[in-house]
């Protein structure tokens, strides 16, 4: 089993953690739908919440009010995937502009987003990003198949993608690269 910071939670804890979903779950649930989150994701975000929760579960043991830290919690899930939801728009855009710049069907392959992307940050850097962002892995999975724990994995997207904003704002507008010299003087 790959280290992920978690481990089994024993039995004391199992049942403070299930007294504590019984107790917060609803509350947390209508915050999260307050905020004009709709209800699926609502229930996923509460969901991860309570993942952290266990993770962090003798932390929450000693807290003088464990609502308070679940819903801290909420809002860090529900920050971090907004975050998540508003780069992946950006990084969609930025292919669109380079599919937007190559029209015709010969120039396909120009539109992949290793071929627009390629070279301004590493090959992996570019796979894991296209991977978390576009095609919606998630970290778990990612750390899993990277064989890292997800807060490394965690890192390793952060860091991909402040190298992928740099080298794209250093080199000017996306897609120029990966279009053929003769489309873009005909564009």
């Known amino acids: 089993m790959r280290n992920t910071g978690e481990r089994p939670l024993r039995g004391e804890e199992q049942e403070f953690f299930r007294e504590l979903y019984q107790d917060h779950y609803r509350s947390l649930f209508r915050y999260a739908c307050h905020l004009g989150i709709g209800r699926e994701a609502a ?14 579960i003798e932390d929450i043991k000693t807290s003088s009010s464990p609502g308070r830290y679940l819903k801290q919690a909420l809002k ?25 710049r190559a029209q ?23 796979r894991l ?27 390793r997207i952060k860091r991909a993608k402040e190298r992928l904003r740099t080298a794209l704002e250093a080199d000017g507008p996306p897609g120029q690269g990966g279009i053929p010299e003769e ?3 005909q564009g």
């Open 43 to 56: 229930e996923d975000y509460v969901q991860d919440a309570f993942a952290a929760a266990i993770r962090h």
């Open 104 to 126: 015709d069907e010969p120039y396909a392959d120009a539109l992949r987003p290793e071929t627009l992307y390629g070279g301004s940050v590493s090959d992996a850097d570019l």
């Open 129 to 155: 990003l296209i991977r978390f962002y576009l095609e919606g892995w998630s970290q778990r999975e990612l750390a899993q198949e990277l064989g890292i724990s997800e807060d490394a994995c965690k890192m």
């Open 76 to 100: 860090n899930v529900i920050g971090y995937r907004l975050r998540s939801m508003r780069y992946a728009l950006k990084l969609q855009r930025m292919l669109q502009d380079g599919a937007d």
């Open 183 to 185: 489309r873009r003087e």
